[in-house]
């Protein structure tokens, strides 16, 4: 977080902060809660999803789209949404957690292109869907501001955005010198930046709460508390006893390491959050943020904000150190250190904020697939030729929009197996390590992205030898 250490007095700004996510105040989340307490697993579906988040849903919504006489539902170890989706930043954005000019080296230009501009189109699409389905979420599709704080982070940023344009995508990134940054966001540390427009902000559980719904009347049915212990071909076996669906979605993420057969397919990577209460007047006068516009710099450890409808300033970033084993930790979520260095990281980028309580300090884990990308895959040895498995997910935090995405693709391979050929859709992904290499590599890597942060605001200039090292680890 820009080499950004919290002062002595930082501490004191999350003592008496409530430590769960700042959505789930919002009434609706206890309908979400209580919605699905069905915990009785479902009488052999056509088609049974393992994860009642954002991907569970969609794949669900279009299948019972492509498909109407299947029986879809759904299980869950926890409840609707327990996880990233009602825990997150509020973006829907198309950025992933590779580059186009990471999927042109391995797919070539136009595939680049074509990912990409489906991912844009599929950001306008979910527009479509909360506005066809009256969900009031708070939906703003205003773009996202990629700010430079220094130098170096200038530099990068410009090669960011020369790489948008040369992928043919000019006309959806805008450069910004400072001061016209500032008009958007006034924003403390700048050196300019650029605007991508393919990015809304939203209330998530607002979110989650209409596409819940809408799943539900559709026909899906939803289990929870239902926990999966294996999964093979036709034969699910779960705390509650034995489902024999016809095929099978996995769509756990983070929580994938539960289930034993799975638990190096993926890695949970810690994402925490900060808000504050209500700004004053003065404070959001002084701010000029743009209403619904999210925020970013253009460091290696990741932050985000956006500005709410009731004027908080919902803040949150990278850096958490990962648990041991892959195991979920509700302590991983809550690393007083690391929200610490988020309050000071946001009172250095906005200091009219420094005099604002924060209410809010929570987090939760996004999934990472060893090559960093996300991914839908078909599961070979828990499939035949009468039941299929398969899995979507890696979304390395970017899952609210990219979950659709993958979930109408799984959905469209499920009814016809011929149908999808796509760069996300690959024969199969390498595994992580087995520990302890996969604790020491996870945690040395947000070493690694601290110290190139750090040393590039000190320096002035781009640590090529580190990024080069970090290149190699996360497969870019």
């Known amino acids: 977080m820009n080499g950004k250490r919290p002062t002595s007095g930082t501490a004191k700004w999350i003592d008496d902060a409530v430590t769960t996510p700042l959505w789930h105040d919002d009434p609706v989340w206890a309908d979400i809660s209580t919605v699905a307490r069905d915990d009785r697993p479902p009488t052999d579906p056509d088609v049974l999803i393992v994860g009642a988040g954002f991907s569970g849903l969609w794949v669900a919504h279009w299948l019972r789209r492509l498909r109407p006489d299947w029986s879809v539902s759904i299980v869950d170890a926890t409840g609707v949404g327990a996880g990233a989706s ?120 607002r979110f989650l709460a209409g596409l819940t719904s809408a799943v539900l009347s559709s026909g899906t049915t939803i289990h929870a508390p239902v926990r999966v212990t294996s999964i093979d071909a036709g034969h699910v076996r779960t705390d509650a006893g034995v489902i024999r669906p016809r095929h099978v979605i996995r769509a756990t993420e983070a929580f994938t390491p539960s289930i034993r057969q799975y638990r190096r397919d993926v890695l949970p990577v810690y994402s925490l959050m900060v808000a504050t209460e209500p700004l004053s007047p003065d404070v959001l006068a002084s701010l000029s943020w743009s209403p619904g516009t999210t925020f970013t710099d253009g460091g290696q450890l990741v932050v985000y904000a956006q500005l709410t409808t009731d004027g908080r300033l919902a803040f949150g970033g990278r850096g958490a150190h990962t648990p041991y084993a892959s195991r979920p930790s509700d302590a991983a979520s809550l690393q007083a250190d690391v929200h610490a260095r988020l309050v000071a ?96 590599g996870a945690n040395a890597m947000i070493a690694i992205i601290d110290r190139i942060d750090a040393r590039e605001a000190r320096r002035g200039r781009r640590s090529r030898l580190l990024r080069a090292i970090l290149a190699r680890f996360v497969g870019k």
Request: aromatic fraction near 8%; hydrophobic fraction near 40%; charge should be neutral.
């Open 86 to 205: 009602s825990r997150n930043g509020g973006w829907c954005s198309a950025v992933m957690p590779m580059s186009p000019s990471a999927v042109a080296r391995r797919h070539g230009e136009q595939s680049a292109h074509d990912l990409y501009r489906e991912a844009i189109d599929n950001v306008a699409a979910i527009g479509d869907f909360v506005a066809q389905h009256a969900i009031d979420c708070d939906w703003r599709h205003a773009g996202t501001i990629v700010n430079a704080t220094h130098p170096a982070q200038e530099s990068s940023l410009r090669a960011e955005y020369d790489e948008w344009a040369k992928h043919g995508f000019a006309n959806d990134v805008h450069w910004l010198d400072a001061p016209t940054l500032r008009s958007v966001i006034n924003v403390a540390p700048t050196f300019g930046g650029y605007r991508q427009d393919f990015c809304a902000s939203l209330h998530p559980v």
């Open 345 to 440: 990281t946001m009172h250095e980028f906005f200091p009219a904020t420094r005099h604002a309580r924060i209410s809010h300090r929570w987090g939760g884990a996004v999934a990472a697939h060893r090559s960093w990308w996300p991914a839908l895959l078909i599961d070979e040895m828990a499939s035949n030729r009468e039941h299929t498995t398969m899995s979507i997910g890696g979304y390395v935090g970017d899952g609210v929009a990219t979950s659709h995405m993958l979930a109408r693709r799984a959905a469209e391979r499920l009814v016809e197996p011929t149908a999808v050929r796509h760069v996300l859709a690959p024969a199969s992904v390498r595994r992580w390590e087995p520990e302890p290499l996969r604790f020491i």
